[in-house]
DNA sequence: AAAAGCGGTAAACAAGTGTTGACTGACATG
DNA sequence: CATGTCAGTCAACACTTGTTTACCGCTTTT
């Protein structure tokens, strides 16, 4: 049915729904493919504000992209198809920002704690994709949650694997290294939220979320290196 | 039609068979109050599926209450009323359960790990009030997650109260204090998000999350009594 | 017993919704 | 050059939505 296109990069600014940079051919599929990355920047700029995505109707995204709703069929089936390719586009974002984070090199107490802000610095500067994300993850259909839920438990697995060469953690054993991961990425998605719910141009408040969550970034690897695997009998 | 408990009341406090207040006497008042119950419950019945609030229509919810959609303005301004009484019934459970934690003494070690358990279980329990604050916590309009997070930060900061009564938390600093606290609840948070999104019948799921959450509280309490304010500089 | 208060119904309103069908015109292919 | 493909418009369909108006009947009050 629908052969996997090109891989559209996400587009950062969605500000309006019909700003887009790719190659221009002014080829037929070229012009099919911008119009519907128009329809999700369309979407992600509605769902940047307060909207939720379940809130969104099909004639609205058409509108945002300037397109007559029954144009909106020649690209999804419905809304339903137009939240995969919303979450396909998201996620591309969030695997970058996981791209990111590893390529520090091998973990060390100074790297983590830097993630941190690499984390939070994308999550400020990908605002409508982790805004939707976040929204998505408790709020949306089953399939959406579930998509979500698997990217993040695929996040914390990466994210184990790296501690597990963490010479400092060798008390720990496989079980306990995904609840640290677990507990790892909680603080950083905790701290992303704030992030999202805090306008960008308060920096002060965004600093002090920073520190609040490197902070508790600390603590945990605090813990981390007390623990002891064979105490840990339920 | 999903009928709650017996009675309509949201909360009945744990007083003996003392009939004090709301002795169904068929009143005019008494009819106004349970007919307003049954749209909340009306409202939480929809939410306790997939649907999000937003989603939903003043309509619908008139309809589940078996009402006319202009008599539901007799007990609410609109939807964003509706939203308001949703969020105080849900807190309500919250609160209950808190004051039931707190009764238990003095913070311990033991005792703090044996609330995350009384908070889940509290959390399986009424699954329609938290799935609703799980919910909008980040999807809803602006006023009901300022709502939300208002009644979040009160209980970190109730927390923050009761830890610093722990003498092992000598070397704790104010604002540390709110981050340990802070860093505490989301692990709660996080664990009741994960119940509220696996069948109350899995067992076994419901365990493993249960222990996932108290290894973490513990590896948090860990760091904790590792801590030194005196070195947070940042 | 009469009057007032009030929770409820029924009907109507404009406005927005998803979806369909017929049509159009620029592109791609023969 | 001719032709078919197809992203797009336009109009209409049968809804559902929020909100208002008038009215009814039971409680409460006078």
Redesign the pocket.
């Known amino acids: 049915m629908r052969s996997r296109k090109r891989s559209d990069g996400p587009s950062q600014p969605p500000g309006d729904g019909e700003t887009v940079e790719a190659e221009p051919?002014?080829?037929?599929?070229?012009?099919?493919r911008?119009?519907?990355r128009?329809l999700i920047n369309a979407a992600l700029a509605l769902l940047e504000g307060e909207r939720s995505f379940s809130s969104?109707?099909?004639?609205?995204v058409?509108?945002g992209a300037?397109?007559?709703?029954?144009?909106?069929?020649?690209?999804f089936?419905?809304?339903e198809e137009l939240g995969h390719a919303l979450i396909e586009d998201s996620f591309e974002s969030l695997h970058e920002m996981m791209r990111k984070a590893r390529a520090g090199g091998l973990p060390s107490t100074r790297m983590i704690r830097a993630s941190v802000k690499v984390f939070l610095d994308h999550v400020g500067a990908h605002r409508a994709h982790f805004s939707f994300i976040a929204k998505e993850r408790f709020s949306g259909s089953t399939v959406i949650r579930v998509a979500i839920r698997k990217e993040v438990r695929l996040w914390v697995g990466e994210l184990a694997v790296d501690l597990s060469r963490f010479p400092a953690l060798g008390k720990f054993s496989a079980e306990d290294l995904q609840m640290l991961a677990g507990l790892m990425v909680n603080v950083v998605v905790a701290a992303s939220e704030l992030v999202l719910d805090t306008p960008p141009k308060d920096k002060e408040a965004l600093t002090r979320i920073y520190r609040h969550a490197e902070k508790q970034m600390r603590l945990v690897m605090l813990g981390a290196g007390a623990w002891d695997s064979s105490r840990s009998s339920g």
């Open positions: 051919d002014g080829g037929r599929d070229w012009r099919k911008r119009t519907r128009a969104l109707s099909l004639r609205e058409a509108r300037r397109i007559t709703p029954a144009a909106f069929y020649r690209h089936s419905g809304m």
